[in-house]
């Protein structure tokens, strides 16, 4: 079955030559990146960040405009140390209620905040809710972008039915999920995630996995 999946995984990458790729694997089955949505967060951004200095762990950051507009010092943090930093939208808009011109509108500004903030130029894009019909792609690509989903899911978020995942939950989920070469998407805006990240990183690392940013993973060179 893995190998059907490799196989399946190149055919897909080569047939997409010609056209930009949205990026769920990398190459190298050693590597993993984390990433996480919907931040800066006040406190959980920040305890995040301890975490992976204390692992010595580089991440990718999806931000959302208006919190780096609330939240400045942060941007500049997680730039600081050295993590790369990825457009969310600026209100964590659905791409299927925004039409094309609001959503150009927010890509600029975020990534103009986080420019004026960093010093940084922005060239990843992750869809809110992982939503992305054909038009709204040619438009998020032609603005420079490379579109970034994830392979595996920590769902670590509140659901209204039956609320958020503990920290046990949270780890075992991801941990069960890796096989190499994946993007992890989790969330800098809850307890729950920070209690779990340090075992999914010593877990991880106990496996013979390197973390790496995005970028690196899927040889993006920007």
């Known amino acids: 079955m893995k190998r059907i999946l490799t196989i399946l995984f190149f055919i897909t990458i080569l047939a997409g030559a010609a056209h930009p790729q949205i990026y769920t694997h990398g190459f190298n089955h050693r590597q993993v990146a984390l990433t996480f949505d919907d931040g800066p967060s006040p406190l959980y951004t920040e305890m995040v960040l301890d975490?992976?200095?204390?692992y010595h762990v580089p991440a990718t950051f999806f931000v959302i405009g208006y919190k780096v507009a609330e939240n400045p010092d942060l941007i500049?943090?997680?730039?600081?140390?050295?993590?790369?930093?990825?457009?969310?939208?600026?209100?964590?808009?659905?791409?299927?209620?925004?039409?094309?011109?609001?959503?150009?509108?927010?890509?600029?500004?975020?990534?103009?905040?986080?420019?004026?903030?960093?010093?940084?130029?922005?060239?990843?894009?992750r869809p809110p809710h992982g939503y992305l019909n054909p038009e709204k792609r040619a438009l998020i690509e032609k603005a420079g972008y490379g579109i970034v989903q994830w392979s595996v899911n920590a769902d670590d978020f509140y659901h209204s039915l039956y609320g958020m995942r503990n920290p046990s939950s949270i780890a075992s989920r991801v941990l069960s999920r890796i096989t190499g070469g994946d993007i992890v998407l989790m969330h800098d805006t809850s307890a729950q995630t920070v209690v779990a990240l340090p075992k999914i990183i010593r877990a991880l690392k106990g496996h013979g996995y390197q973390f790496v940013t995005v970028s690196k993973l899927v040889g993006l060179h920007i």
């Open 51 to 54: 975490i992976l200095k204390k």
């Open 76 to 125: 500049v943090e997680i730039a600081r140390d050295g993590h790369e930093i990825g457009n969310h939208t600026y209100y964590h808009s659905r791409l299927n209620w925004v039409n094309g011109q609001k959503l150009l509108g927010e890509l600029k500004m975020t990534s103009d905040l986080i420019a004026n903030e960093t010093g940084l130029a922005v060239n990843l894009f």
